[in-house]
């Protein structure tokens, strides 16, 4: 480097930005005052933004403790090259000195930013002669992070403490605050970290050099300042902290005791950690389900960055971003912002030693093809994240909107109680991870369903009493009641030795009418009362071959398909029976491998029973599941054509299916949309809606487009409604057939227009299901169906102008133009329009001459007719012909902002600007003598103004720079 000029540019810097004494050591600086700010240069070496002092305070930026802080942001295209250089600091040589400072960035996931910290003998603005200190090129974090850093200058003198902000082009920033600059006598501990427990703390940090008299640690509340006395005495690099309070915030102070009473370290930054909840639940015994539909008792831990896990009860639908393996919850965590690292723990389970364990459950993602997750499951004897976990599963690319199911096997070398960890650890992006239907079992234990049964002896319900039913005191049932009717089963799963208990709330009078039963999976009465709490517990016990549960018949017209779950490991194989109504508990049935069995040939309109059972080995069979009842559906009306037009006027042979209790559609005169009937979800007040409605037949050709029109409203808000097309009619085809949905609030028929296209030719139908709460329902009218093709066109009469001739005023360089024409058609004109093909449209100014104009008549993009007429131009001959116009004045020509129009006659009533293509692009109506138009957005070009006056038009071109 040029010694000249850098001694000149050093003159000029001190000229410009002054200087003061220099500090002696030790030196700090938070930036609080207006002397503290004057004591730094703020210089730049390349484009960008420079540092500033700031009290701002945001997600993205603030300062580490006090009110002020220095910030520097990088600029978007050209990064950064922003230097925060001190005044004058004295060092001596020989002695070791510290430098102490704090800075973040403003993400955790974008933007990272470059700091570079030199000290020097000069302060310039440039790296060369200056000694590095301290470099970081990746900082991404959005909390303050402590930087120390000892070093020792060879000569004695004045020198300057530099800061380089230099990042890549993005938005990120940085912040810097509590500089200190000090000799170090004695070592200050550095990478204090803590790792908490419930009522414990692994605490453990580095040191340059081993102090004498070891070090001493304080544990304190948060935000209470630096300690003034003593702390813990400790010897070595590591200690554990005891007698802390669970779920509790800490802050963490660290110091080296080099000589005891008298020399000590600077405390260390402090490390703030929160001691995990304490275990409460009572641990449970194999096997164990969860499914998370009443209070698991897990727990949902408090990340340190980023959200926790959350317990969801929304679904959105099939495919859709969440929604439970069934049920209605399950587990999720989301975290666009930062890499994600939420635990969730489960409650304890008593695990014996030397037995295989199995470990199932359901894991999905949001997406198919974007934003994979990540998570692993650990278990581990302490209910949190500890070194003692030991990692079972771990999946780093979950990537499926549908369940998967994970079959894990582990052995537990001793008896004791247990936990399983989950951890999401997914990338910062915009996907969901969630589990569901977690079991645990080892393979001689299998849980059963047993079934709570409320019985009411006059047949109307519990008229308001309600009962709590609980397992091992959990809760598994609130406020149940039977609505109506005089039995209602609710079935729940439970495990061999678990506990049943329940508390009766009482509500109203009832005559002890009402009671209920506690049945196990053979069906056998093991409880029973009548309007009193069982507080005895009645123990389960589970057969070694549980039934099957949740079986279900999803019948059509002539076929039914059964569907049932195993609670956790499967069944060798199943048989099943579907019988008439009344025949018996069966011997023996159809041999199955899996969860579903489809039946047919029934009759239409036929009552039946269905019955399925587990074979868990040979000849070693369950009780039977069942019966259930069901009724075939009857068959819908014989197929037609298309077009389908139907108001429910008529019987036109559409049937109804209803999934819950009671709640059927049926034709009604109420609401009609026009004439005087239409179609109704029939609700009840004591049970929601799962109502199917299924039209006639409709024969549709594969490959052709169809557009579907249907009225539809509700009683009441946010009632489900969702339209489907199959080509069976029943639910439990149709149900993976929708094309439409929505949450209907409407007092007031809403109009639906869909289009579908069948793959196939062949007969199909349309289906409505409401899914009303009840006390609501929806309603639907006018459907109509038609094939999207291209009719014959309608006959039309095309009026067409005749050719004309205008005149304008010489000097003009047009005239404007108004012309007409209409058409009218045979019948419906729908879906007729005209379009102009060639020349200019009505209302244009007409350029001096002779221009051809073309109209189209289109009927779905055919043509069917054309006008087609000339409009001839011509100036009026005169004396006047070459003389300037005296009345307007108009300037800049050409305009580049605002062009200013006179009228020294008329009050101008109208300014229209065309482009040369005849189209309108601005029109003022300015009512004065005076007026300016602002052109300043219009691309350059020749433009056309046209003025309007009471008794005048005057036209002129211009030019648009």
Not at 272 to 298: C, H, I, M, Q
Not at 403 to 421: E, R, S
Not at 788 to 813: A, H, K
Request: proline share 6%.
């Amino acid at each position: 480097m040029n010694k000249a000029l850098t001694f000149f540019s050093l003159l000029c810097f001190l000229f410009t930005f002054g200087q003061t004494d220099p500090v002696s050591l030790p030196y700090s600086n938070g930036f609080e005052t207006a002397a503290e700010q004057n004591y730094w240069y703020k210089m730049m070496s390349g484009p960008g933004t420079p540092w500033e002092f700031s009290d701002e305070t945001s997600t993205i930026y603030g300062p580490s403790q006090g009110q002020y802080y220095a910030r520097a942001q990088s600029d978007f295209e050209n990064g950064g090259a922003a230097w925060l250089i001190s005044k004058g600091i004295n060092i001596e040589a020989g002695h070791t000195i510290a430098l102490d400072f704090d800075y973040r960035s403003s993400l955790n996931t974008l933007f990272p930013v470059k700091l570079k910290v030199v000290l020097k003998q000069q302060p310039i603005p440039v790296l060369d002669n200056s000694t590095e200190l301290w470099v970081n090129e990746n900082i991404q974090i959005s909390t303050y992070q402590n930087a120390h850093k000892t070093f020792e200058v060879s000569e004695t003198g004045t020198y300057y403490l530099a800061f380089y902000f230099y990042p890549d082009p993005n938005m990120g920033y940085i912040s810097l605050d509590n500089i200190n600059l000090y000799e170090e006598l004695c070592p200050k501990p550095v990478n204090v970290k803590a790792i908490p427990g419930q009522t414990t703390a692994n605490i453990s940090w580095e040191s340059a050099s081993t102090p004498g008299a070891g070090f001493e640690y304080v544990i304190k509340t948060p935000g209470s300042g630096i300690p003034t006395g003593s702390g813990i005495p400790v010897q070595g690099l590591s200690t554990t902290a005891e007698d802390l309070q669970p779920a509790t915030q800490y802050e963490l102070y660290v110091r080296s005791v080099c000589t005891a009473g008298s020399l000590y370290g600077k405390w260390s930054s402090p490390v703030t950690f929160k001691t995990y909840p304490a275990t409460t639940a009572a641990p449970v015994n194999l096997p164990y389900n969860e499914s998370f539909e009443g209070d698991s008792r897990w727990t949902l831990l408090e990340p340190t960055v980023g959200k926790p896990w959350v317990k969801g009860d929304f679904d959105s639908g099939p495919g859709g971003l969440y929604g439970p393996s069934d049920g209605k919850n399950y587990l999720m965590h989301d975290d666009s912002e930062n890499v994600s690292d939420a635990w969730v723990i489960s409650r304890g389970i008593n695990l014996p030693a030397g037995k295989e364990i199995t470990l199932q459950f359901d894991y999905r993602s949001s997406q198919d093809e974007y934003y994979p997750q990540k998570m692993k499951v650990v278990v581990s004897k302490d209910p949190f994240p500890s070194a003692n976990s030991v990692e079972i599963w771990n999946n780093d690319f979950i990537q499926s909107t549908t369940y998967n199911t994970a079959n894990v096997t582990f052995t537990v070398p001793d008896n004791g109680v247990y936990y399983l960890g989950y951890q999401a650890y997914s990338d910062a992006n915009y996907g969901f991870v969630m589990f569901d239907n977690v079991k645990v079992s080892d393979k001689e234990s299998s849980p059963c369903e047993y079934i709570l049964r409320l019985k009411d002896a006059e047949g109307d319900g519990w008229n308001n009493n309600t009962m709590n039913l609980y397992v091992n005191g959990d809760a598994v049932f609130t406020d149940l009641t039977l609505p109506i009717g005089d039995v209602l089963d609710f079935p729940f799963k439970i495990n061999s030795g678990d506990a049943i208990t329940t508390v009766w709330n009482g509500g109203s009078h009832s005559g002890f009418e009402t009671s209920y039963e506690i049945l196990d999976s053979n069906g056998n009465i093991v409880g029973s009362e009548t309007e009193q709490s069982i507080s005895i517990p009645i123990i389960a016990s589970c057969p070694n071959c549980a039934k099957p549960s949740n079986l279900k018949a999803n019948y059509g017209q002539t076929t039914v398909d059964l569907t049932w779950d195993f609670l956790t490991q499967s069944a060798t194989s199943y048989e099943y029976v579907v019988q008439p109504a009344g025949t018996g508990t069966p011997s023996s049935g159809t041999t199955i491998n899996n969860v579903q069995a489809h039946v047919e040939d029934l009759a239409p309109e036929t009552n039946y029973e269905a019955y399925v059972r587990s074979s868990c080995a040979e000849n070693e069979f369950s009780s039977w599941a069942g019966p259930i009842y069901f009724k075939t559906l009857p068959n819908p009306g014989t197929a037609v054509n298309l077009p389908y037009k139907y108001g429910f006027e008529t019987d036109d042979q559409w049937i109804t299916q209803s999934i819950t209790r009671n709640n059927q559609w049926e034709i009604n005169s109420t609401y009609p949309v026009e004439g005087e009937f239409h179609a109704i979800q029939n609700f009840n007040y004591y049970f929601d809606a799962n109502s199917w409605f299924f039209s006639r037949g409709l024969n549709l050709q594969g490959g052709k487009e169809i557009l579907i029109k249907f009225k539809y409203r509700s009683l009441g808000n946010n009632v489900p409604l969702s339209f489907s097309i199959a080509d069976k009619a029943y639910a439990f085809v149709q149900k993976n057939n929708i094309i439409w949905s929505k949450n209907v609030s409407n007092e007031k028929y809403d109009e639906a227009i869909l289009s579908f296209t069948p793959s196939s030719s062949g007969v199909y139908y349309l289906g409505f299901n409401s899914l009303a709460a009840k006390g609501t329902s929806a309603l639907i009218d006018d459907v109509q169906v038609y094939l999207v093709g291209l009719p014959d066109p309608p006959q039309c009469e095309y009026t067409c102008p005749e050719n004309m001739t205008v005149y304008t005023n010489p000097g003009n360089i047009g005239a404007v133009v108004d012309y007409n024409l209409t058409f009218a058609c045979d019948g419906n004109s729908n879906g007729v329009f005209s379009v102009l093909a060639q020349g200019l449209p009505s209302g244009a100014i007409f350029p001096v001459g002779e221009t051809t104009v073309k109209h189209n008549l289109i009927f779905n993009g055919q043509v069917i007719d054309t006008c087609s007429f000339v409009v001839k131009v011509e100036e009026r001959l005169g004396t006047a012909d070459n003389s300037k116009d005296q009345e307007l004045q108009y300037y800049p020509n050409p305009v580049v902002d605002n062009l200013t129009v006179k009228m020294n006659g008329d009050t101008i009533e109208n300014i229209a600007v065309y482009n040369f293509a005849g189209s309108m692009v601005k029109s003022e109506q300015p009512k004065a003598k005076t007026a300016n138009i602002d052109m300043r957005n219009l691309p350059s070009g020749v433009y056309i103004v046209n003025i309007r006056t009471a008794s005048n038009v005057k036209s002129f071109k211009v030019i648009k720079k």
